[in-house]
Nanobody, 123 residues
Framework: VQLQASGGGLVQTGDSLRLSCAAS????????MAWFRQAPGKEREFVSA????????SYADSVKGRFTISRDNPKNTVYLQMSGLKPEDSAVYYC?????????????????WGQGTQVTVSS
């Protein structure tokens, strides 16, 4: 599956932003989807994930209560709604797809990646 992330930008502390990730080339609904982020000099870290039906989600503690992941299978798209943004949320955000089942969070378990979209939160 090919993934194309979009929606990043420069915002101020407390603002909201919605990222989108459009999938193509394979049956989107068969993939477990997630968002990761990577700040300069840091390792790529898990942000949020959603199962195939969209009924089960998980979040990193650092974004819980502020970010919401969702998916629209007919539109082959996964979203990340981000609110209450903080400067420490600044990073390149990547969407990823996994064929595995269960609560997958390790980047190595995701076989397809989008190109990344930059999110910068100014203080």
């Amino acid at each position: 599956v090919q993934l194309q992330a979009s929606g990043g930008g420069l915002v101020q502390t407390g603002d909201s932003l919605r990222l989108s990730c459009a999938a193509s080339g394979s049956t989107f609904s068969t993939y477990y989807m997630a968002w990761f982020r990577q700040a300069p000099g840091k390792e790529r870290e898990f942000v949020s994930a959603i199962n195939r039906s969209g009924r089960s989600t998980s979040y990193a503690d650092s974004v819980k209560g502020r970010f919401t992941i969702s998916r629209d299978n007919p539109k082959n798209t996964v979203y990340l709604q981000m609110s209450g943004l903080k400067p420490e949320d600044s990073a390149v955000y990547y969407c990823a797809a996994s064929s595995l089942y269960g609560a997958v969070r390790n980047p190595r378990d995701f076989g397809s990646w989008g190109q990344g979209t930059q999110v910068t939160v100014s203080s």
